[in-house]
Protein backbone atom coordinates (compact mmCIF):
# COMPACT_ATOMS: atom_id res chain seq x y z
CA UNK A 1 0.00 0.00 0.00
CA UNK A 2 1.60 3.43 -0.89
CA UNK A 3 1.96 6.53 1.67
CA UNK A 4 1.22 8.53 -0.80
CA UNK A 5 4.96 9.46 -1.11
CA UNK A 6 6.36 9.70 -4.89
CA UNK A 7 8.86 6.73 -5.84
CA UNK A 8 12.51 8.24 -5.98
CA UNK A 9 15.61 8.01 -8.18
CA UNK A 10 18.52 6.44 -7.11
CA UNK A 11 20.61 9.55 -8.06
CA UNK A 12 20.27 13.10 -9.86
CA UNK A 13 22.57 13.22 -13.14
CA UNK A 14 25.37 16.10 -12.81
CA UNK A 15 27.02 15.91 -15.96
CA UNK A 16 25.86 16.86 -19.67
CA UNK A 17 25.90 12.98 -20.88
CA UNK A 18 24.08 11.75 -17.35
CA UNK A 19 21.40 14.19 -18.17
CA UNK A 20 21.06 13.65 -21.62
CA UNK A 21 20.31 9.85 -20.98
CA UNK A 22 18.09 10.68 -18.61
CA UNK A 23 16.15 13.05 -20.51
CA UNK A 24 15.81 9.63 -23.08
CA UNK A 25 15.01 7.57 -20.46
CA UNK A 26 11.88 10.25 -19.56
CA UNK A 27 10.78 10.45 -23.42
CA UNK A 28 10.56 7.16 -23.62
CA UNK A 29 8.34 6.65 -21.03
CA UNK A 30 6.35 9.15 -22.58
CA UNK A 31 6.18 7.62 -25.45
CA UNK A 32 5.48 4.41 -24.29
CA UNK A 33 2.48 5.77 -22.71
CA UNK A 34 1.18 7.72 -25.51
CA UNK A 35 1.27 5.22 -28.41
CA UNK A 36 1.62 1.66 -26.36
CA UNK A 37 -0.09 1.95 -23.00
CA UNK A 38 0.32 1.78 -19.45
CA UNK A 39 0.20 -1.70 -19.90
CA UNK A 40 3.11 -2.17 -22.10
CA UNK A 41 5.43 0.13 -19.84
CA UNK A 42 8.51 -1.69 -18.29
CA UNK A 43 12.19 -0.98 -17.08
CA UNK A 44 13.13 -3.12 -20.33
CA UNK A 45 10.78 -1.28 -22.54
CA UNK A 46 11.61 1.60 -21.82
CA UNK A 47 15.29 1.34 -21.92
CA UNK A 48 15.20 -0.60 -25.64
CA UNK A 49 12.63 3.05 -26.48
CA UNK A 50 15.03 4.55 -25.56
CA UNK A 51 18.26 2.72 -27.09
CA UNK A 52 20.20 2.13 -23.64
CA UNK A 53 21.25 -0.74 -21.98
CA UNK A 54 18.95 -1.62 -18.87
CA UNK A 55 21.88 -1.63 -16.86
CA UNK A 56 21.77 1.97 -17.54
CA UNK A 57 18.53 2.89 -16.75
CA UNK A 58 19.38 1.24 -13.29
CA UNK A 59 22.27 3.73 -12.63
CA UNK A 60 19.05 6.03 -11.96
CA UNK A 61 16.16 4.57 -11.61
CA UNK A 62 15.18 1.91 -9.03
CA UNK A 63 12.20 0.70 -11.10
CA UNK A 64 9.24 1.82 -13.58
CA UNK A 65 7.30 3.51 -10.65
CA UNK A 66 10.58 5.96 -9.92
CA UNK A 67 10.47 6.43 -13.82
CA UNK A 68 7.09 7.97 -13.93
CA UNK A 69 7.31 10.24 -10.61
CA UNK A 70 9.94 11.60 -12.62
CA UNK A 71 8.20 12.27 -15.73
CA UNK A 72 5.07 13.49 -13.47
CA UNK A 73 7.72 16.03 -11.77
CA UNK A 74 8.88 17.38 -15.39
CA UNK A 75 4.89 17.38 -17.05
CA UNK A 76 3.77 19.14 -13.41
CA UNK A 77 6.47 21.62 -13.95
CA UNK A 78 5.29 22.82 -17.39
CA UNK A 79 1.48 22.50 -16.21
CA UNK A 80 2.56 25.35 -14.04
CA UNK A 81 4.09 27.45 -16.39
CA UNK A 82 1.39 26.95 -18.78
CA UNK A 83 -1.06 28.20 -16.04
CA UNK A 84 0.21 31.81 -15.74
CA UNK A 85 -1.28 32.55 -18.80
CA UNK A 86 -4.60 30.98 -17.90
CA UNK A 87 -4.41 33.13 -14.66
CA UNK A 88 -4.13 36.35 -16.50
CA UNK A 89 -7.26 35.44 -18.78
CA UNK A 90 -9.17 34.62 -16.08
CA UNK A 91 -7.97 37.86 -14.08
CA UNK A 92 -9.30 39.63 -17.35
CA UNK A 93 -13.08 37.67 -16.62
CA UNK A 94 -13.29 39.04 -12.80
CA UNK A 95 -14.82 41.94 -13.60
CA UNK A 96 -17.23 41.04 -16.46
CA UNK A 97 -19.16 38.53 -14.91
CA UNK A 98 -19.29 36.13 -12.35
CA UNK A 99 -20.13 33.36 -14.54
CA UNK A 100 -17.73 33.71 -17.05
CA UNK A 101 -15.09 33.73 -14.04
CA UNK A 102 -16.17 30.52 -12.82
CA UNK A 103 -16.89 28.59 -15.46
CA UNK A 104 -12.87 29.23 -16.48
CA UNK A 105 -12.03 28.61 -13.38
CA UNK A 106 -13.78 25.33 -13.53
CA UNK A 107 -12.31 24.53 -17.34
CA UNK A 108 -8.54 25.50 -15.46
CA UNK A 109 -8.97 22.86 -12.48
CA UNK A 110 -10.48 20.10 -14.81
CA UNK A 111 -7.44 20.43 -17.89
CA UNK A 112 -5.02 20.08 -15.26
CA UNK A 113 -6.43 17.04 -13.18
CA UNK A 114 -7.12 15.42 -16.78
CA UNK A 115 -3.34 16.12 -18.36
CA UNK A 116 -1.68 14.43 -14.94
CA UNK A 117 -5.08 11.68 -14.75
CA UNK A 118 -4.68 10.73 -18.41
CA UNK A 119 -0.75 9.80 -18.48
CA UNK A 120 -1.37 6.81 -16.67
CA UNK A 121 -4.55 6.72 -14.04
CA UNK A 122 -3.91 4.00 -11.57
CA UNK A 123 -0.54 6.05 -10.71
CA UNK A 124 -2.01 9.23 -10.77
CA UNK A 125 -4.85 7.96 -8.06
CA UNK A 126 -2.32 6.18 -6.18
CA UNK A 127 0.20 9.29 -5.98
CA UNK A 128 -2.18 12.11 -6.14
CA UNK A 129 -1.42 13.46 -2.93
CA UNK A 130 2.04 14.28 -3.62
CA UNK A 131 1.07 15.27 -7.68
CA UNK A 132 -0.97 18.10 -5.89
CA UNK A 133 -0.90 20.68 -8.82
CA UNK A 134 -2.85 23.12 -7.22
CA UNK A 135 -0.35 23.06 -4.46
CA UNK A 136 2.28 23.64 -7.19
CA UNK A 137 0.66 26.37 -8.72
CA UNK A 138 -0.19 28.00 -5.16
CA UNK A 139 3.58 27.94 -4.70
CA UNK A 140 4.64 29.62 -7.84
CA UNK A 141 1.93 32.45 -7.51
CA UNK A 142 2.72 33.46 -4.29
CA UNK A 143 6.73 32.99 -4.97
CA UNK A 144 5.73 36.01 -7.31
CA UNK A 145 4.18 38.08 -4.33
CA UNK A 146 0.18 36.65 -5.77
CA UNK A 147 -2.40 36.09 -3.25
CA UNK A 148 -2.81 31.85 -3.22
CA UNK A 149 -6.12 30.84 -4.09
CA UNK A 150 -7.39 30.44 -0.91
CA UNK A 151 -7.19 34.15 -0.65
CA UNK A 152 -7.93 35.32 -4.21
CA UNK A 153 -11.10 33.11 -4.26
CA UNK A 154 -12.95 34.95 -1.69
CA UNK A 155 -11.94 38.33 -2.60
CA UNK A 156 -13.03 37.43 -6.33
CA UNK A 157 -16.75 36.90 -4.56
CA UNK A 158 -16.42 40.27 -2.82
CA UNK A 159 -16.19 41.81 -5.87
CA UNK A 160 -19.55 40.85 -6.63
CA UNK A 161 -21.24 41.10 -3.14
CA UNK A 162 -24.33 42.64 -4.73
CA UNK A 163 -25.04 39.51 -6.62
CA UNK A 164 -24.82 37.32 -3.77
CA UNK A 165 -26.85 35.50 -0.97
CA UNK A 166 -26.70 36.91 2.20
CA UNK A 167 -23.69 34.86 4.12
CA UNK A 168 -20.41 35.37 5.63
CA UNK A 169 -18.38 35.68 2.16
CA UNK A 170 -15.35 34.08 4.17
CA UNK A 171 -17.34 31.30 5.03
CA UNK A 172 -19.24 30.88 1.48
CA UNK A 173 -15.97 31.25 -0.57
CA UNK A 174 -14.63 27.84 1.71
CA UNK A 175 -18.10 26.03 1.18
CA UNK A 176 -17.76 26.71 -2.50
CA UNK A 177 -13.98 25.69 -3.03
CA UNK A 178 -14.68 22.43 -1.00
CA UNK A 179 -17.80 21.01 -3.38
CA UNK A 180 -16.12 22.13 -6.25
CA UNK A 181 -12.67 19.94 -5.34
CA UNK A 182 -14.89 16.98 -3.89
CA UNK A 183 -17.13 16.55 -6.72
CA UNK A 184 -13.91 16.48 -8.93
CA UNK A 185 -11.70 14.42 -7.17
CA UNK A 186 -15.23 11.68 -6.81
CA UNK A 187 -15.17 12.16 -10.48
CA UNK A 188 -11.49 11.56 -11.17
CA UNK A 189 -12.24 8.46 -8.87
CA UNK A 190 -15.97 7.16 -9.80
CA UNK A 191 -16.24 8.98 -13.37
CA UNK A 192 -13.36 10.10 -15.35
CA UNK A 193 -15.21 10.01 -18.75
CA UNK A 194 -17.66 13.00 -17.28
CA UNK A 195 -14.69 15.59 -16.80
CA UNK A 196 -14.43 15.62 -20.69
CA UNK A 197 -18.69 16.42 -20.84
CA UNK A 198 -19.90 19.84 -20.97
CA UNK A 199 -22.39 18.95 -19.84
CA UNK A 200 -20.83 18.05 -16.83
CA UNK A 201 -19.19 20.74 -16.29
CA UNK A 202 -22.55 23.02 -16.32
CA UNK A 203 -23.34 21.16 -13.85
CA UNK A 204 -20.54 22.22 -11.46
CA UNK A 205 -21.12 25.67 -12.61
CA UNK A 206 -24.98 25.37 -11.53
CA UNK A 207 -23.97 24.11 -8.25
CA UNK A 208 -21.88 26.89 -7.81
CA UNK A 209 -23.92 29.54 -8.58
CA UNK A 210 -27.32 28.19 -7.06
CA UNK A 211 -25.29 28.25 -3.75
CA UNK A 212 -23.81 31.73 -4.06
CA UNK A 213 -26.65 33.77 -5.76
CA UNK A 214 -29.69 35.17 -4.56
Known amino acids: MSNGELPQPRKRPRQQRSQTLVQAIREACLKILEKEGPDRLTTQRIADVAGINIASLYQYFPNK ?52 YQMYPDFYLQYQQSL ?16 SWEQWFPDFLR ?56
Do not use: K, W
Not at 102 to 113: C, F, K
Not at 176 to 198: F, I, K, T, V
Open 65 to 116: EAVLADVYEERMAGLVAQTEGEFARIHALTDQGLEATLAAIIDLEITLLLQL
Open 159 to 214: RHRARLRTGDIDTMAFIARRSLDACLQSALAERPQALEDPAFRQELLNLLLRYLLR
Open 132 to 147: DIRARVNELTQSRSNP
